[in-house]
């Protein structure tokens, strides 16, 4: 640890870069978009689908939710890759 070839730099600043980007792949964007997806069906069946109660309308928009995290899985990681290429490995492989 107290070799100066920059190996406990180099450890700071992959675990930098994984924590980063597990929080925004795996917390902070899945559950933003998700959260979106369920408000908007919740909207949408409140407005279009007026015959169903309340409860069921409730659960519904959770299978909605819960339905799309297959589909959204992929774009996100992808566009966080893309994210952290173009700002935090950049700014960091600079230094």
């Not at 980063?20 to 069946?45: D, E, H, K």
């Not at 279009?48 to 069921?56: G, Y």
Request: with cysteine.
């Amino acid at each position: 640890m107290y070799k100066k070839d920059g190996r406990p730099k180099k450890v700071l600043m992959e675990t930098g870069d994984a924590l980063l980007w597990q929080t925004l792949a795996s917390v902070v964007i899945p559950g933003f978009t998700i959260n979106r997806i369920c408000a908007f069906s919740q909207r949408y069946m409140q407005r279009n689908m007026t015959k169903i109660p309340p409860t069921p309308r409730n659960l519904i928009t959770v299978a909605i939710g819960l339905a799309s995290i297959p589909i959204i899985i992929h774009p996100i990681d992808g566009g966080v890759t893309l994210l952290m290429n173009l700002t935090y490995r950049k700014w960091v492989k600079s230094e």
